[in-house]
């Protein structure tokens, strides 16, 4: 299997001990039985496809009492009773000849009930060891939503520190800074661990997720990641950073002229 899935950054994470409190468990599942198992120990978990998805074709499903099992796609809920039907309705539904995971589900920090998770970005310019973080914002997924891609939630973002601040994260005043010094300090740890697996490769995009708690989660690693949570927002200034360290093109900020009005 490519080394480039999220079954292999996975891993090569897990194998970070200090690394591995912050990583929900995962594992690779291709039968029916194994996924119940995967259950019992998490009552609700996240399905995703091993290779690629941007938020498409992510389930989540939680195992009720009795033989009950509810599974939410997109933004509506359906309920079965017997896994048999829950489990055919997810392979009918599911994205076609693509291996899944199941992950264990984190509950994230929300705001007005709408979770939300965080893309850091991790770079380091040509012909250097230094990695830096360029830019992190949090994305807050659409009403009715669990996945907070944007686009396919109708979501939105905002800068992290405020997101944090208007969250139900438990935190003690002046934590805010705390916890987004660690988070970067988590992702750059993780940029360190994966580096010997991606030679030569030079920006990283995770998402990651903080709990009510305050605990922090490296939910997966993106070897090419979508920067255009960054351009969203009202100040451009790490979009233009992230985007002149690769090297890309930077999109001018259209500005709309007012029409003067004829008297």
Do not use: C
């Not at 829950?86 to 264990?104: C, E, I, M, V």
């Amino acid at each position: 299997m490519p080394k480039w899935d999220k079954w292999n950054k996975y891993l090569t994470l897990i194998k970070n001990k200090e690394l591995e409190m912050h990583l929900p468990e995962t594992m690779r599942f291709s039968t029916e039985k194994e996924l119940w198992d995967f259950t019992v120990k998490y009552p609700s978990v996240i399905l995703k496809p091993v290779m690629g998805s941007r938020g498409r074709k992510i389930f989540k499903v939680s195992a009720l009492e009795s033989d009950k099992v509810e599974i939410h796609y997109l933004n509506s809920t359906r309920e079965f009773i017997g896994r048999y039907h829950a489990y055919s309705y997810f392979k009918k539904k599911k994205a076609p000849r693509r291996t899944y995971l199941a992950q264990r589900y984190i509950s994230l920090a929300n705001i007005q009930g709408r979770p939300f998770d965080l893309r850091v970005i991790v770079q380091k310019k040509k012909n250097s060891n230094n990695w830096v973080v360029t830019g992190k914002v949090a994305k807050l997924a659409g009403q009715g939503f669990f996945v907070t891609n944007n686009q396919l939630s109708s979501g939105s973002v905002l800068p992290v520190v405020e997101a944090i601040k208007a969250s139900n994260i438990h935190k003690e005043d002046g934590n805010d800074e705390k916890l987004v010094s660690e988070l970067e300090r988590i992702a750059l740890l993780a940029t360190k661990t994966l580096e010997p697996l991606y030679e030569g490769h030079r920006i990283y995009g995770f998402d990651m997720g903080i709990d009510s708690d305050g605990h922090i989660w490296i939910i997966e690693a993106n070897l090419n990641p979508a920067l255009s949570h960054f351009y969203k927002l009202q100040d451009k200034t790490m979009y233009r950073t992230i985007r002149k360290m690769r090297g890309g093109k930077i999109l001018k900020v259209r500005r709309v002229k007012k029409r003067k009005r004829k008297n």
